[in-house]
């Protein structure tokens, strides 16, 4: 499993466009499964949509492509 820090050494990416927290399984050419935490406290989550708080599509695609990077 790779942490944040880890993720900083591979990605050049940083707050508030890294969109992963943890990488948890890698098997190398064929998959990664990363994860992240979403509060209500992120950029994205400023807006309110009647008690949701949805991770916008064009960055759940930009999470994925961070992910697809390992």
Not at 45 to 64: D, I, K, R, T, W
């Amino acid at each position: 499993m790779l942490d944040i820090t880890e993720i900083k050494k591979v990605l050049p990416h940083r707050f508030p466009f890294l969109l992963i927290d943890r990488v948890i399984e890698v098997e190398p050419g064929k998959r990664v499964v990363a994860i992240k935490n979403i509060t209500v406290n992120e950029v994205f989550s400023q807006e309110y949509y009647g008690g949701l708080y949805p991770m916008q599509g064009v960055l759940q695609v930009e999470a994925m492509a961070q992910t697809a990077a390992f």
